[in-house]
């Protein structure tokens, strides 16, 4: 039996943009010296990474394999950011930042992300939309 394709089924000149998103965690601590609250102690977060990939569907009903992204998420972003002091290599961590490096790594790799989301907290959140240039 074949592949279901979405493509052969949908209406002629429609053009479908689906995206994906895997999610992660990870374990690490910093520091905002400039800040004046409490936020300016060393302090640490059990962060959340959701990352985003969006294109138009492939023949075979994908985006992307999830064991890809999560492949290239763990060899680019995770070796280096789980159990790390983000000053050590962010100058200013802030959750914004955050999202943008690991975008950029991401990118860099090759992985075509479309949003970066870090959650600091359940509350507190940052997203990165990459747009295309």
Same mark, same amino acid.
């Given at each position: 039996?074949?592949?279901?394709?979405?493509?052969?089924?949908?209406?002629? /000149?429609?053009?479908?943009?689906?995206?994906?998103?895997?999610?992660?965690?990870?374990?690490?601590? %910093? !520091?905002?010296?400039?800040? @004046?609250?409490?936020?300016? *102690? =060393? %302090?640490?977060? +059990?962060?959340? =990474?959701?990352?985003?990939?969006?294109?138009? =569907? *492939?023949?075979?009903? &994908? &985006?992307?394999?999830? /064991?890809?992204?999560?492949?290239?998420?763990? *060899?680019?972003? =995770?070796?280096?950011?789980?159990?790390?002091?983000?000053?050590?290599?962010?100058?200013?961590? @802030?959750?914004?930042?955050?999202?943008?490096?690991?975008?950029?790594?991401?990118?860099?790799? /090759?992985? !075509?992300?479309?949003?970066?989301?870090?959650?600091?907290?359940?509350?507190? +959140?940052?997203?990165?939309?990459?747009?295309?240039?």
């Amino acid at each position: 039996m074949g592949v279901d394709n979405l493509t052969d089924r949908h209406e002629p /000149g429609r053009m479908f943009n689906t995206s994906v998103s895997r999610s992660f965690t990870f374990e690490a601590s %910093h !520091q905002l010296t400039w800040h @004046t609250g409490k936020c300016a *102690k =060393l %302090h640490g977060h +059990s962060y959340r =990474l959701e990352v985003t990939v969006a294109s138009p =569907l *492939k023949p075979d009903g &994908v &985006v992307i394999d999830f /064991g890809d992204i999560k492949a290239t998420v763990t *060899k680019h972003v =995770l070796t280096e950011y789980d159990h790390a002091h983000l000053n050590d290599f962010l100058p200013n961590p @802030t959750a914004e930042l955050v999202a943008a490096d690991i975008a950029e790594r991401l990118l860099g790799a /090759g992985l !075509q992300v479309s949003a970066v989301t870090v959650h600091e907290t359940a509350a507190c +959140s940052a997203t990165v939309h990459v747009r295309d240039t």
